[in-house]
Nanobody
């Protein structure tokens, strides 16, 4: 059974940085397409960034471009989200997600079979 465990969330001031990690177990990590999503209170879950199996292709939401970076380390079965220049509107629960996929990226929640429990990110103004 695939398990995903996020870490690295917390409280940070606007303009600060955080790095989220998501460690996977129970599956073939190198065969996963991976994504980070977020969900703020009263809002739908939305894509932050996605990365293909090899790590050679990524895609970002508009709000993430230039500030957030997704990466993966297949040797460590871990996907990361480096978040810089954080804004109060980045406050949300952040989730990592995984699915077996031959090619391409998953851009919507329904394209992912496995989810972590989420980690809270709070950005104060």
């Amino acid at each position: 059974q695939v398990q995903l465990v996020e870490s690295g969330g917390g409280l940070v001031q606007a303009g600060g940085s955080l790095r989220l990690s998501c460690a996977a177990s129970g599956g073939t990590f190198s065969s996963f397409a991976l994504g980070w999503f977020r969900q703020a209170p009263g809002k739908e879950r939305e894509l932050v960034a996605a990365i293909a199996r090899s790590g050679g292709r990524t895609q970002y939401a508009e709000f993430a471009k230039g500030r957030l970076t997704i990466s993966r380390d297949n040797a460590k079965n871990t996907v990361y989200l480096q978040m810089n220049s954080l804004k109060p509107e980045d406050t949300a629960v952040y989730y990592c997600a995984a699915n077996y996929r031959g090619y391409g990226l998953g851009l919507i929640p329904n394209e992912y079979a496995y989810w972590g429990q989420g980690t809270q990110v709070t950005v104060s103004s």
